[in-house]
T-cell receptor, first 113, second 112 residues
Framework: QQQVKQSPQSLIVQKGGISIINCAYE??????FPWYQQFPGKGPALLIA?????SEKKEGRFTISFNKSAKQFSLHIMDSQPGDSATYFC????????????FGTGTKLQVIP | EAQVTQNPRYLITVTGKKLTVTCSQN?????MSWYRQDPGLGLRQIYY???????DKGDVPEGYKVSRKEKRNFPLILESPSPNQTSLYFC???????????FGPGTRLTVL
């Protein structure tokens, strides 16, 4: 029933390296694709988001790449830092909407010094 | 401070004993939602509400009830909890015509 597939489940990256997390969705009705970051003991918080009318969005060290035809999007974390160690969730949503939201299964990122 | 609050934060209960997890937001948001988080399954939506007295099922509504009598509150009710409802629960809210959801701190529920 999972409509958003996320990989990998866990990821270990050296400090300064690039972290890449991938998501794929099925329902083309989704038009808002956020990434949420969750630290242990906390609720998820919005990190960065994209709409399908653009192929890439960058905010600081975080970039979303979006491939509408393949129904895939990915999060790239450049120059990964130990403070980026967290669980990351992608989601497929409806912009400004009052509808169901579907999240991916999460990726636990560990950035080692 | 603008926030989503949940109570209790931790709860251990026994099978069949009715419980309510409260959720409250002070941001005048219309959209509110409940999720459960389980290892390997991510966040799964249980119920969501578009406004007072308007609710709809998410992906995993079985065994749960909700009500939305006031805009600020969205309690989650487990009338007969079972061990498979042991999970970490999050409430979230979203402003009208906006995209970002604001999550509460979570409630860890254990059903024995």
């Amino acid at each position: 029933q999972q409509q958003v597939k996320q990989s990998p489940q866990s990821l270990i990256v050296q400090k300064g390296g690039i972290s890449i997390i991938n998501c794929a969705y099925e329902n083309t009705a989704f038009d808002y694709f956020p990434w949420y970051q969750q630290f242990p003991g906390k609720g998820p918080a919005l990190l960065i988001a994209i709409r399908p009318d653009v192929s890439e969005k960058k905010e600081g060290r975080f970039t979303i790449s979006f491939n509408k035809s393949a129904k895939q999007f990915s999060l790239h974390i450049m120059d990964s830092q130990p403070g980026d160690s967290a669980t990351y969730f992608c989601a497929a949503d409806h912009s400004g909407g009052y509808q169901k939201v579907t999240f991916g299964t999460g990726t636990k990122l560990q950035v080692i010094p | 401070e603008a926030q989503v609050t949940q109570n209790p934060r931790y709860l251990i209960t026994v099978t069949g004993k009715k419980l309510t997890v409260t959720c409250s937001q002070n941001m005048n948001h219309e959209y509110m939602s409940w999720y459960r988080q389980d290892p390997g399954l991510g966040l799964r939506q249980i119920y969501y509400s578009m406004n007072v007295e308007v609710t709809d099922k998410g992906d995993v509504p079985e065994g749960y009830k909700v009500s939305r009598k006031e805009k600020r509150n969205f309690p989650l009710i487990l009338e007969s909890p079972s061990p498979n409802q042991t999970s970490l629960y999050f409430c979230a809210s979203r402003p009208p015509f906006a995209d970002e959801q604001f999550f509460g701190p979570g409630t860890r529920l254990t059903v024995l």
